[in-house]
């Protein structure tokens, strides 16, 4: 037996004595205020003596009755079986029972001074315990087995909350994996389409995708980020943007300080950013430009997204790529109803897209 099997032993041991002490010690108190209210009043030491013999006999015998019990269940399908040997076995523990406590009267008789023998003993037990032995077996019957009942109950709900944790991290990492093609399918059209107009830009594009789909795949196992590293993941590949854009790209960050260290879902801003070049910049000739904002309000963060580009079309169904999915979903996956998702026209025009989440700051590492 390993030393944490015998200091788990050693507990239960324990736990098992105070509970049928104090069993016992609350019997001795009703039997000695009965026996002064009747007339015939015994000392307390006589009374904790007899009290505590009954009950430490019980205790020994209640290790096989659990035992039992575990064995032979009432929800088996041969539940009648059970009953049956419940039956025998509750009035073979009532003789039990008055066997020790007999041999224990004597015991107890002869420290006092006051020997009896084994029928004077045993014969007034007969009369007096059986009923309440037969009681007192079926009450540790019904307490072992709902004890059972309560840790099965316990189990299978943490089962099914394990399950339900592992489905949500499968959808979660399938979702991610089904961005991270898309994103970078988009970057390699925009490095085929500057390849027949700028050598060199798509080499620069070619060492900064390297550069970002080795952070890609190094968080690939992370649901949630700090809003420091995915800025920086974000500031990556802006720069295979400005690439392509050049002056026709500008950015605005307003992150203050104090929101950099909370965490956010991986790979939140850049489809955001993306579906706003791709549907705000990159289909107008004039400059475009993207405004980034966080700000902590209580214990939620606010990220809101602008662009200054034609924003949403008339129609219903506008924008609701990929990205934009995968976004909602995620989302979704991550905080259910603590977050808000909106995407809408600005007041001076382009769109704005809105996130708010729990706002938790990353521990430190």
Known sequence: ???????????????????????????????????????????????????LGDWYVWALLSVPIVQ??????????????????????????????????????????????VPVSFAEAFNPLVVK????????????????????????????????????????????????????PHFLFNTLNAIASLMHKDVKGADRMITRLADLLRYALESTDEHEVTLRQELAFLERYLEIEKTRFGSRLTVRLEVPVETLDALVPNLILQPLVENAIKHGIERRSRPGLIELRARCEGDRLRLTLVDNGPGLPAQPGGRKGIGLANTRARLQELYGESHTFELRNGSEGGVVVEVIMPFRRAPER
Not at 36 to 49: E, M
Not at 77 to 99: D, E, G, K, N
Not at 147 to 163: C, G, I, N, P, T
Request: net charge positive; with cysteine.
């Open 1 to 51: 037996m390993s030393s944490s099997a015998r200091r788990q032993w050693s507990v239960r041991v324990g736990l098992a004595f105070v509970f049928w002490t104090i069993i016992g010690l609350s019997f001795a108190s009703q039997f000695y205020l009965s026996s002064l209210k009747a007339g015939r009043p015994v000392s307390w030491g006589q009374a904790v003596t007899w009290s």
């Open 68 to 113: 039992l019990a575990r064995r032979f269940r009432f929800d088996d399908v041969r539940w009648t079986r059970s009953v049956v040997i419940h039956l025998v076995a509750s009035v073979l523990c009532a003789l039990v029972y008055m066997v020790l406590r007999a041999w224990l009267g004597q015991v107890q008789s002869g420290v006092s001074g």
């Open 129 to 180: 315990t059986v009923h309440f032995n037969l009681l007192i077996y079926w009450v540790m019957v019904s307490v072992s087995h709902a004890f059972a009942y309560y840790r099965q109950y316990q189990e299978r709900a943490l089962r099914a909350s394990e399950l339900e944790k592992r489905l949500a991290q499968a959808k979660l990492q399938a979702l991610q994996m089904q961005l991270n």
